[in-house]
């Protein structure tokens, strides 16, 4: 569930915290500011909160934020102010526009070398890269320690280049992406359970890349005011019920499983639909089968783990003791990894509760 000032390892996933409305201005758990829009979840994941600031810098500068709300400032936007990650606008020297390979600059005309040029992509690239890992250990400071540098820095690398794919190659949107990532999981773009992230990506009839990320956070926004609830009311709800779950019922039916979802976050289950919720059992079919895994227990507890962490979570590096536990040769019996992989889980959830009483 979403991750937010929270930590990671301690809340769930699938619930950002409550994204700002315009021109909203609110305080980190911790009292900290943030600024420009920053979609920061409150939950288990350090309990951060969503929030637009008064930040006069411009988005086009090297630690501009993607803002949809300050109309003003979207002409800094644009191709010919932002810098970009593609190569196509330079590193940190300001306002240089490429012509080829003939670079302006205060009315000097300067030739660059197609090695010259990689350079400068790659520097650019790698302080992006830099800038995103601290950022994000101020967007979520628990899951970002808890998970560990390398793995931020993983996810980060992932998310520019997956934003590429998509066409967002200017600073603010690849930001908001990969911001997406860390609160609805990193394969949230193909996530059955958000089929309205891979139809704004996907949609060749939008050209402009802020567009794209306008149209994401408008409902990203509205899944996380139906979903997450007043104050994170349905999503703490749901963990705690999630969280009183004996290992024994996880034994269910297939047709049971979704039914107990229901039970279990009937926001979430409504707002997702039937279709979503049987394809994310068709997957946990298909991961069952990946792992070995027979028993009805093991399937129960693979579609639980992608309802709250995401259907890419068996790989995703941010939530590694999932695959680790999974391949662990200690544990010979199937049944044993999946007992294991429960205690974990339990685990996380009682971390998650513990810190969304403290907010």
């Not at 980190?28 to 637009?52: E, M, P, T």
């Not at 003939?102 to 790698?126: G, P, S």
């Not at 992230?197 to 994401?216: F, G, Y």
């Amino acid at each position: 569930m979403p991750n937010g000032n929270w930590s990671r390892a301690s809340c769930w996933r699938t619930y950002p915290a409550a994204l700002l409305s315009d021109g909203a201005h609110r305080v980190h758990a911790s009292g900290a500011r943030w600024r420009f829009g920053n979609l920061c979840r409150s939950s288990g994941h350090d309990c951060l909160r969503v929030v637009y600031g008064d930040d006069q810098r411009p988005a086009s500068r090297p630690h501009g934020r993607y803002d949809r709300a300050r109309r003003r400032d979207r002409r800094s936007l644009l191709p010919d102010r932002d810098y970009r990650l593609d190569g196509q606008l330079g590193c940190c020297v300001q306002k240089v526009i490429w012509f080829g390979k003939e670079t302006f600059i205060r009315n000097m005309m300067l030739k660059i070398r197609d090695e010259q040029m990689k350079v400068f992509e790659e520097v650019a690239l790698w302080s992006y890269e830099d800038e995103m890992v601290q950022h994000l250990k101020e967007f979520t400071p628990r899951h970002s320690e808890i998970i560990g540098e390398q793995a931020v820095r993983q996810v980060v690398r992932m998310g520019i280049d997956r934003g590429k794919e998509y066409g967002l190659t200017n600073r603010g949107p690849v930001r908001f992406y990969i911001e997406l990532m860390f609160m609805l999981g990193s394969d949230f773009d193909t996530d059955p359970q958000y089929p309205w992230a891979e139809e704004i990506l996907t949609n060749s009839e939008i050209t402009d890349q802020m567009q794209r990320a306008d149209r994401l956070y408008e409902k990203a926004k509205d899944f996380i005011d139906k979903v997450s609830g007043p104050n994170h009311k349905y999503e703490e709800e749901a963990i705690r019920r999630f969280s009183q779950m004996r290992f024994e019922d996880f034994s269910m039916s297939k047709n049971e499983i979704v039914m107990h979802l229901k039970r279990i976050y009937p926001q979430k289950c409504e707002y997702i639909g039937e279709q979503a919720m049987n394809a994310l059992l068709r997957e946990g079919i298909t991961s069952q089968i990946n792992n070995a895994i027979s028993t009805d227990s093991g399937l129960a507890l693979f579609v639980g783990l992608m309802f709250v962490f995401g259907h890419g979570c068996f790989t995703d590096s941010q939530f590694p003791w999932i695959g680790a536990t999974l391949n662990n040769t200690a544990f010979a019996e199937s049944n044993k990894r999946i007992e294991r992989l429960y205690s974990k889980m339990m685990t996380y959830f009682s971390n998650a509760l513990v810190l969304m009483e403290k907010r």
